[in-house]
């Protein structure tokens, strides 16, 4: 396949990320636009020079020129529009979280696993360089036996007061950092506890706190706060330590791996995820699309990250929101 023609489902502003993304890819055409808003769509449409705009993915999907699906939809309407995608015959991008539910996440399995196109949910994470090292550096031994894990992924509140209308930290943030470290240790998780802190009122806390015991003993943190202030100047304070009985690793990001200081302040913008870089959009979506396509372009199924995966991922997370609910420990089979 010379190019994959791609069209978007859901155009919030992830969406309109993933557009950007797409755009900016060869051998990835941004072939159709999808959500339910007239008024978004024709904006969208307009800006990417998209011609082809649905309002229902049903008849986006009967498409033949359409070869593949970002969904980017909120995550508790992800189900329906990735099954009805895999039983298309499409390649279905599935943003994180895969679903809302473990047996939404099983459907999407189960489905994937006899479709016709490839399924791989966007845990952007793991195409982040820093973690690839990680996982690579870890793979060696030279950490020995992981005893403790301790991640921090905070941002600023002007970023989530809509956002915690829809999704909370826990399931939000933590989930990228659960993920990782099923995929850092190849292990998984026996326990969870989760305390949340409440600051604005919304339909979800401002914060998340979870800690995780593994099968092989080890213990991790899991911190997410997403009401840092006014004048905090990164867009993402990522950090992840790993030690183990013969040596540890750090991983910092955005914190400043750039910082500008001007007459508004100090800040430090993005220079991993979603960074412009020469007219176009660089960074791990782009580097997670172009691994998408070329999945596709050879014919075989993503390992980097497996349905399984991002369901287990998923599993863990909800006990970790389930034990901030009941104020109880949460075991996991």
């Not at 539910?101 to 994937?112: F, G, K, L, M, P």
């Not at 982040?128 to 403790?148: C, D, H, Q, W, Y």
Request: net charge negative; with cysteine.
């Amino acid at each position: 396949m010379s190019r994959v023609r791609i069209a978007v489902i859901g155009l919030g502003w992830f969406g309109e990320i993933h557009c950007q993304a797409i755009a900016g890819i060869p051998g990835l055409e941004l072939a159709a636009l999808c959500t339910r808003t007239p008024e978004r769509l024709a904006e969208l449409g307009q800006k990417f020079g998209v011609e082809k705009t649905f309002t229902d993915y049903h008849e986006l999907l009967k498409d033949p020129e359409i070869d593949a699906v970002s969904i980017t939809t909120m995550w508790d309407q992800h189900t329906d529009p990735a099954l009805a995608a895999l039983a298309a015959g499409k390649h279905v991008f599935l943003e994180k979280p895969m679903a809302h539910t473990v047996e939404d996440c099983q459907r999407i399995c189960d489905a994937a696993a006899t479709a016709k196109g490839n399924l791989m949910v966007g845990h952007i994470c793991r195409f982040n360089p820093r973690f690839v090292a990680a996982k690579r550096e870890i793979e060696t031994g030279s950490l020995g036996k992981i005893l403790s894990l301790s991640a921090r992924r905070n941002i600023p509140a002007a970023w989530t007061p809509e956002i915690l209308d829809k999704i909370g930290p826990i399931m939000g943030d933590t989930i990228h950092d659960t993920d990782l470290m099923l995929w850092l240790t190849g292990d998984k998780v026996v326990s969870a506890f989760s305390q949340t802190v409440d600051l604005r009122g919304r339909k979800y806390p401002d914060v998340g706190q979870t800690m995780y015991r593994f099968a092989s003993g080890a213990s991790a943190i899991i911190e997410t706060v997403w009401c840092m202030p006014e004048k905090t100047p990164f867009a993402i304070d990522e950090r992840m330590s790993i030690i183990g009985s013969d040596g540890f690793l750090h991983i910092q990001d955005t914190f400043p791996n750039i910082g500008i200081c001007d007459a508004d302040g100090f800040r430090s913008p993005d220079t991993t995820y979603w960074p412009e870089s020469h007219g176009a959009m660089g960074g791990a979506l782009r580097d997670e699309f172009l691994y998408f396509i070329r999945c596709i372009s050879e014919g075989r199924r993503p390992d980097i990250i497996t349905p399984e995966e991002s369901l287990a991922a998923v599993r863990t997370t909800l006990a970790a929101e389930q034990s901030a609910a009941s104020g109880q420990m949460v075991m996991l089979d």
